[in-house]
């Protein structure tokens, strides 16, 4: 049952990130945890449009260790300016 817990978690956060309760980082976040790279990255690609300062966290934050094999996090991180 802990997939159906992430699935409602990350509806949940998709609904307030909607109504600006919630930042796209979470979202991502979320969807990083279920190893979801793809979906991960169009929820950092938000941030990064928004220009969120929570961007800066993706470096050092554990849920986004799963995506730095990624070529696409090296890319990001490159046009938020950070070295991995």
Not at 8 to 31: I, N
Request: glycine share 10%; charged share 25%.
């Amino acid at each position: 049952m802990r997939g159906e817990g992430f699935t409602r978690l990350h509806q949940e956060l998709e609904a307030r990130y909607a109504k600006h309760d919630a930042l796209a980082t979470s979202v991502a976040a979320v969807y990083a945890g279920l190893g979801d790279r793809d979906q991960a990255f169009v929820w950092l690609e938000k941030g990064f449009q928004e220009h969120s300062g929570e961007m800066v966290r993706i470096n050092f934050d554990p849920p986004f260790e799963l995506l730095k094999s990624d070529p696409r996090f090296a890319a990001l991180l490159g046009r938020l300016g950070l070295k991995p």
